[in-house]
């Protein structure tokens, strides 16, 4: 047999092709909502995830906007819609100097500049497209299909244009910041934007809440960035265009504050920031100014601040209005006496998250100071509506950018579930029952909120039962126990205010233990010689 030849050809055996396995893996995060997003997980998809979910949250908003308003045909003073449409037919039939006197008993203007002019910005082109909605005098009261299309669509621009920008940015910074993953942060958006309750007073009780916010939001992003001077000058944007935003001003001020004596004392940063806050007052107060004259400046701030109205107006769950079934405060005592109590007990309320952030002026305890600062003066200041709850709500849920670890995400949509709650009476009145019912569970199960409880035990009980508590009150206010409105015609509000108010005040305190856990983090513990 012949022996094979040396250097023949010998063919190459081909390797099998690897096949590419498909994972059908779950989301790491366990709820609903990471579900959604987790098609859109890999990097090809990732461009998506923004316009997915603007996509997703306009059309929440404008479905919501399908239902009525506040004061819709119910007159003699209608209610907030007619209050901001009043706005425009002001500002675009009177000079500049009537804007803070004119006829006060029918919704006078009661805002910053910035809001007139955001009102007249709008009337105008309103007034472009039907003159009749905003003709002086002879509009009031109007509740016309168009007018209300109109307005709704002046909300979501609005919205479009300051707070979803501002959202954005700081989930893609704060994110980065706490190195989130791109699809962690996606998550983390979704849950900010599809937050129920700005999106059920911005877009069905109707107003432009979502200005302020994103103003501030804008302002902490440039924080988060290292730009302060242009987040003084956004901040001063959210004062001018509603006062509320003054939940804020205490906690921004110790962080700047802050910024400019640790580590070392920089007294031209501390100028610097002075200078820039008083210059933006002065561009935003000068039109005024200029077409209306000086008195302008002490009309608008009496209107902006209304000390004559007494401690509240309607039933809300703070402090004041929870402890009044108990001591008759504005029976008991006179409204100075009762400003200075607000007033100290405010003060008291904030100063812990507001020494935090001047001995620790960390970007990433911001949302957590933010959010401690709201809640203190949502519980105990002068004033509060149904709807300030919005002013700690926001920062709150901001916290999800940073972090969203069972815990938190429990504890934070909570939160929302309640404050959805405690705006009951108020939605209800405007007959916006579908929209809240609707809202409220889509949000609970899209957070995962009847899977998931907190770790520790007490927190577990205080989810279960403000739960238990929200659902029967729901139950007996609809089936049972329907005599005794006729003698206790508050009952149910009554019941509303002490299950918020508890809950509240555990939020908070929730918050101010976060926010001192996190700032202890980082800290180099002295070495033992």
Same mark, same amino acid.
């Given at each position: 047999?012949?022996?094979?030849?040396?250097?023949?050809?010998?063919?190459?055996?081909?390797?099998?092709?690897?096949?590419?396995?498909?994972?059908?893996?779950?989301?790491?995060?366990?709820?609903?909502?990471?579900?959604?997003?987790?098609?859109?997980?890999?990097?090809?998809?990732?461009?998506?995830?923004?316009?997915?979910?603007?996509?997703?949250?306009?059309?929440?908003?404008?479905?919501?906007?399908?239902?009525?308003?506040?004061?819709?045909?119910?007159?003699?003073?209608?209610?907030?819609?007619?209050?901001?449409?009043?706005?425009?037919?002001?500002?675009?039939?009177?000079?500049?100097?009537?804007?803070?006197?004119?006829?006060?008993?029918?919704?006078?203007?009661?805002?910053?500049?910035?809001?007139?002019?955001?009102?007249?910005?709008?009337?105008?082109?309103?007034?472009?497209?039907?003159?009749?909605?905003?003709?002086?005098?002879?509009?009031?009261?109007?509740?016309?299909?168009?007018?209300?299309?109109?307005?709704?669509?002046?909300?979501?621009?609005?919205?479009?244009?300051?707070?979803?920008?501002?959202?954005?940015?700081?989930?893609?910074?704060?994110?980065?910041?706490?190195?989130?993953?791109?699809?962690?942060?996606?998550?983390?958006?979704?849950?900010?934007?599809?937050?129920?309750?700005?999106?059920?007073?911005?877009?069905?009780?109707?107003?432009?809440?979502?200005?302020?916010?994103?103003?501030?939001?804008?302002?902490?992003?440039?924080?988060?960035?290292?730009?302060?001077? /242009? $987040?003084? *000058?956004? &901040?001063?944007?959210?004062?001018?265009? =509603?006062?509320?935003? +003054?939940?804020?001003? #205490?906690?921004?001020?110790?962080?700047?504050?802050?910024?400019?004596?640790?580590?070392?004392?920089?007294?031209?940063?501390?100028?610097?920031?002075?200078?820039?806050?008083?210059?933006?007052?002065?561009?935003?107060?000068?039109?005024?100014?200029?077409?209306?004259?000086?008195?302008?400046?002490?009309?608008?701030?009496?209107?902006?601040?209304?000390?004559?109205?007494?401690?509240?107006?309607?039933?809300?769950?703070?402090?004041?209005?929870?402890?009044?079934?108990?001591?008759?405060?504005?029976?008991?005592?006179?409204?100075?006496?009762?400003?200075?109590?607000?007033?100290?007990?405010?003060?008291?309320?904030?100063?812990?998250?507001?020494?935090?952030?001047?001995?620790?002026?960390?970007?990433?305890?911001?949302?957590?100071?933010?959010?401690?600062?709201? /809640? $203190?003066? *949502?519980? &105990?200041?002068?004033?509060?509506?149904? =709807?300030?709850?919005? +002013?700690?709500?926001? #920062?709150?849920?901001?916290?999800?950018?940073?972090?969203?670890?069972?815990?938190?995400?429990?504890?934070?949509?909570?939160?929302?579930?309640?404050?959805?709650?405690?705006?009951?009476?108020?939605?209800?009145?405007?007959?916006?029952?579908?929209?809240?019912?609707?809202?409220?569970?889509?949000?609970?199960?899209?957070?995962?909120?009847?899977?998931?409880?907190?770790?520790?035990?007490?927190?577990?009980?205080?989810?279960?039962?403000?739960?238990?508590?929200?659902?029967?009150?729901?139950?007996?206010?609809?089936?049972?126990?329907?005599?005794?409105?006729?003698?206790?015609?508050?009952?149910?509000?009554?019941?509303?205010?002490?299950?918020?108010?508890?809950?509240?005040?555990?939020?908070?305190?929730?918050?101010?233990?976060?926010?001192?856990?996190?700032?202890?983090?980082?800290?180099?513990?002295?070495?033992?010689?």
């Amino acid at each position: 047999m012949s022996s094979p030849q040396q250097g023949a050809y010998k063919p190459r055996m081909k390797k099998p092709k690897a096949t590419r396995s498909v994972s059908f893996s779950l989301p790491a995060l366990p709820f609903p909502l990471a579900s959604f997003l987790h098609p859109l997980r890999s990097a090809s998809s990732q461009w998506l995830v923004l316009p997915v979910l603007l996509m997703v949250s306009i059309l929440f908003r404008w479905a919501v906007g399908l239902g009525p308003y506040s004061g819709m045909a119910a007159p003699p003073m209608h209610g907030d819609f007619e209050a901001q449409r009043h706005w425009m037919e002001v500002t675009t039939n009177l000079p500049a100097k009537e804007w803070y006197w004119h006829d006060l008993e029918w919704w006078g203007l009661d805002y910053p500049p910035l809001t007139a002019y955001h009102s007249w910005l709008l009337g105008v082109i309103g007034g472009m497209i039907n003159p009749d909605w905003f003709a002086l005098f002879e509009s009031r009261g109007l509740d016309d299909v168009a007018l209300k299309t109109f307005m709704r669509a002046t909300a979501l621009a609005s919205e479009l244009l300051t707070y979803v920008p501002a959202v954005v940015i700081f989930v893609r910074v704060f994110g980065r910041q706490a190195d989130l993953s791109k699809y962690d942060k996606g998550v983390a958006l979704a849950a900010i934007l599809m937050q129920p309750a700005l999106m059920i007073i911005d877009h069905g009780h109707f107003q432009y809440n979502s200005v302020m916010l994103g103003f501030t939001l804008f302002a902490v992003d440039c924080f988060i960035t290292d730009h302060i001077y /242009w $987040g003084s *000058f956004f &901040f001063v944007l959210s004062l001018s265009f =509603k006062q509320m935003a +003054l939940y804020y001003a #205490p906690v921004i001020f110790a962080y700047l504050l802050g910024l400019c004596v640790h580590p070392n004392i920089n007294i031209p940063r501390l100028v610097l920031l002075g200078a820039t806050v008083i210059v933006s007052f002065g561009l935003v107060f000068a039109p005024l100014v200029f077409f209306g004259g000086k008195e302008q400046i002490a009309q608008c701030l009496f209107r902006v601040f209304p000390f004559a109205r007494g401690l509240w107006e309607d039933k809300v769950a703070n402090f004041w209005c929870a402890a009044n079934i108990l001591v008759k405060f504005r029976e008991r005592f006179d409204s100075g006496m009762l400003q200075k109590a607000s007033l100290v007990a405010t003060l008291v309320a904030i100063l812990p998250p507001c020494l935090i952030l001047f001995f620790n002026p960390q970007k990433r305890l911001l949302p957590l100071g933010l959010a401690a600062c709201a /809640w $203190g003066f *949502f519980m &105990f200041s002068f004033q509060v509506h149904e =709807k300030s709850v919005l +002013l700690p709500l926001v #920062p709150t849920t901001l916290v999800l950018a940073g972090s969203l670890d069972k815990n938190t995400v429990s504890w934070v949509s909570w939160m929302n579930n309640v404050a959805m709650f405690s705006m009951w009476p108020l939605l209800r009145r405007d007959g916006l029952q579908l929209q809240y019912t609707v809202l409220a569970l889509l949000y609970a199960w899209l957070m995962g909120t009847f899977k998931h409880l907190p770790k520790h035990w007490f927190g577990k009980l205080v989810h279960v039962g403000s739960y238990i508590s929200i659902l029967a009150t729901h139950f007996a206010e609809a089936f049972l126990f329907k005599g005794l409105l006729q003698k206790f015609p508050d009952l149910w509000v009554v019941v509303n205010v002490e299950i918020s108010f508890g809950c509240f005040t555990v939020a908070w305190i929730w918050v101010l233990w976060r926010l001192w856990k996190e700032s202890r983090k980082g800290r180099k513990k002295p070495k033992r010689e």
